[in-house]
């Protein structure tokens, strides 16, 4: 597979394809006329769309606008304020190297380091456990963020009993129950969304049929090369112009109707769905994971006696707009701090913290002008 990747990728970023496709979308939007918003919800789709400047081939009447699919960006201040705290009260704290620079209400994981508290950046919940058997006189705590497609690995090492000393602090989001809200939604004005293609190789197609049915805007799960946007682009178009809505499926060569079914069965298991914060926007229904009761003795929140709760506290510097960044109601360059005082080297705001985070993305390719909008 390794030796056929260059092939692919060459495949999959063919600019003769890429003009071909761009040549039915403008076709299609010159038929439909009216002005079309698509929603993307993942961090790597915006990385493909600005990278390969995709907007600027798509007809004045088509946008495409970022959604609430990075991270970092969506966890909550309270959260990384407690894993802070946690740190800097002696208990050894393993995250993600990007996680560890998202600041909380007063200061980020990086912060805490620098003040002597014990952060380590890991790469998976494997090394999280693996360092907490090695010093078995330490109290260590995994800050579990992500979304359902990192949630499966915690579960599974959950389920192989864990050491003693080490308990999670779960902050993990559920895609479909957030996409679904904002299909439902009818104050962004979306017609159609792209769906992330990561996350619905372990979910699925089919937990998104119930918000299809509610709403029947069309959805198409994508791959991630510049082909498979500019097909789901196309393919959303088609839908349009045919008044045929339906969940279709771009990113055939990973994404099923059932997914993962041994991933899901693990994080049956050991998650339950209850309703989820995304950071600076609101409280969406059953998007966020918690530990059942089974597992309590390794949830970090009964351990030291944390409290759940949204920040009570201002979550972002003075005039950030991260919360509308982060469900597409603005672009990066609309907000007073972009590049300014928020920048990728000292980010004030957590979209500019990751490299999945809509201002990093755009700070990166050094976009400073708007993009024309064509509905808000």
């Known amino acids: 597979m390794s030796e056929d990747l260059p092939k692919i990728l060459k495949y999959y970023r063919n600019p003769t394809l890429a003009k071909s496709i761009t040549e039915k979308i403008n076709e299609l939007a010159r038929k439909i006329e009216e002005n079309i918003a698509i929603m993307h919800v993942c961090g790597s789709h915006e990385w493909t769309i600005t990278h390969y400047g995709i907007r600027a081939l798509l007809p004045e009447n088509v946008q495409v606008r ?13 959260d990384i304020d407690d894993a802070v705290k946690l740190a800097l009260d002696g208990v050894v704290v ?3 190297g990007d996680m560890s620079r998202s600041k909380g209400t007063k200061m980020s994981l990086q912060d805490a380091k620098a003040l002597g508290a014990d952060v380590r950046i890991i790469y998976g919940v494997q090394d999280a456990v693996q360092m907490a058997r090695k010093e078995p006189n330490k109290e260590f705590v995994f800050f579990a963020v992500g979304m359902d497609t990192t949630a499966p690995a915690t579960a599974y090492e959950i389920l192989s009993n864990v050491p003693p000393n080490l308990s999670f602090l779960v902050s993990y989001r559920y895609t479909p129950s957030i996409q679904g809200s904002v299909m439902e939604s009818n104050v962004l004005g979306i017609d159609a969304f792209i769906s992330a293609g990561h996350s619905a190789t372990i979910t699925g197609m089919k937990p998104y049929y119930e918000y299809f049915l509610r709403t029947k805007k069309p959805v198409v799960f994508s791959g991630f090369e510049p082909l ?9 178009l088609r839908q349009i112009y045919e008044n045929k809505p339906k969940l279709e ?13 041994k991933a899901q069965t693990a994080m049956e298991k050991v998650f339950d769905l209850e309703d989820g914060y995304v950071r600076g926007v609101a409280v969406f229904p059953k998007a966020g994971f918690r530990l059942k009761e089974e597992f309590k003795h390794v949830d970090t929140r009964e351990r030291y006696g944390l409290k759940k709760g949204i920040s009570t506290e201002d979550e972002y510097v003075t005039g950030a707009r991260c919360g509308e960044v982060v469900m597409g109601l603005i672009d990066p360059p609309e907000c007073p701090l972009y590049m300014k005082v928020c920048k990728p080297e000292d980010p004030k705001g957590a979209p500019m913290v990751s490299q999945e985070g809509t201002c990093w993305i755009w700070a990166h390719h050094k976009i400073t002008n708007l993009v024309p909008k064509c509905k808000r």
């Open 228 to 236: 498979d946007i500019l097909l789901s682009v196309y393919m959303l």
């Open 249 to 261: 499926n771009e990113y055939t060569r990973a994404v099923t109707w059932e997914g993962n079914v």
């Open 94 to 96: 393993m995250t993600y």
């Open 66 to 78: 970022a959604g609430p699919g990075c991270p970092v960006c969506i966890t909550p201040a309270k």
